[in-house]
């Protein structure tokens, strides 16, 4: 099993930047593709972001595509959502998830997916 602690969201203005991190413990990261999902009030949960195993394969949801940028650091057992030019419409409780099980070029885009999550961090956008 992993567990998965993430950590940097926050109070921001629209246009601003925040920088999401998710750290994974309890068993070899680089087994496992990453994922960021959001879910604002009243909505349900959607796919922002997904990583490969192996860092080199990326995919993002059309609305955050070009804004957001997500890596890994296989090293530091770490993933990062780099989040630039905040709109309000991004306020949400964004959400880190790890699925084993994929090729190492995969990008898994369906929660479905994802056996494991963590708690959540909130990010609001002001207007």
């Known amino acids: 099993q992993v567990q998965l602690i993430e950590s940097g969201g926050g109070l921001v203005q629209a246009g601003g930047s925040l920088r999401l991190s998710c750290v994974a413990s309890?068993?070899?990261?680089?087994?496992?593709?990453m994922g960021w999902f959001r879910q604002a009030p009243g909505k349900e949960r959607e796919f922002v972001a997904g990583i490969s195993m192996s860092g080199s394969h990326t995919y993002y949801a059309d609305s955050v595509k070009g804004r957001f940028t997500m890596s890994r650091d296989n090293a530091k057992n770490t993933v990062h959502l780099q989040m630039n030019s905040l709109k309000s419409e991004d306020t949400a409780v964004y959400y880190c998830?790890?699925?084993?099980?994929?090729?190492?070029?995969?990008?898994?885009?369906?929660?479905?997916?994802?056996?494991?999550w963590g708690q959540g961090t909130q990010v609001t956008v002001s207007s």
């Open positions: 309890g068993d070899t990261f680089t087994r496992y593709a």
């Open positions: 998830a790890a699925t084993s099980g994929s090729l190492s070029i995969v990008v898994v885009t369906t929660s479905l997916r994802y056996n494991y």
